[in-house]
């Protein structure tokens, strides 16, 4: 195994400074190696990368942070056996883990009626059963540590349903409700949970796809996402946050005008 451990002698991160060291489920994500990026400019030293693919994983961080020392470790979010072996390998290669970011997930821009059963089943444990059962587990050891920060992708796809995307809002709604209480059940324990809702990123799991209003890049969320881990009073940070107070009101829009407003998006 990898040693990645920074030198002993510097202080890791904490609730309140730069992460030095950090486990990312499901690195081939466009926005986790832009997270990685922007880290990596502020003092992160060392990232061991989850995924299926963890070649490509490899290739896309050493493309984007250069100066990073990485690891890659194959990793299905749906074999949630291994999900606690997989937090203690990242921690045995970093010496600790200062961050955990997940970044797992499915697209589903139009993951509604047209779904199948098997498609259903399959959506519900990659965006939602997988990464909550991973969470907990890196919950735990963060916990046992004695610190650590826990970063959630999610979207605000979650906080409405819409017809032409109600399986895969679905999926997001039970994550993020799952990372809330997973933020406040950490009061206390030295672990914090960060939850970052973008709106549609331009990426190449959106190429062909018509940008939605507000829409957003892969940076702009790590920039934004580096920019609430250094604020304490922080769980949700919303990208752009101007979708913030915007979906606060589309949240209490009755059902039949949101559904006109909704229409096909």
Known sequence: MADLAPDPNEPHGS????PRTALVLGATSDIAVAVLAELARHGLRAAVLAARDPEAAARAVADAAPALTTESMAWDALEVEGHRALVERAAGSLGQVDLVVCAVGLLGHHAGRTM??????????TNFAGPAAALAAAGQFLVEQGHGTIVVLSSVAGLRARRSNYVYGSTKAGLDVFAQGLSDALVGTGVRCLVVRPGFVRSRMTDG????????DPATVARATVAALQDPRRDVASVPRVLGPLFGVVRALPRPLWRRVAGDR
């Open 209 to 216: 796809l018509d940008p939605a209003p507000f829409s957003t």
């Open 116 to 125: 199948g059963p098997v498609d259903v089943d399959h959506m519900v444990r």
């Open 15 to 18: 609730l309140n400074e730069h």
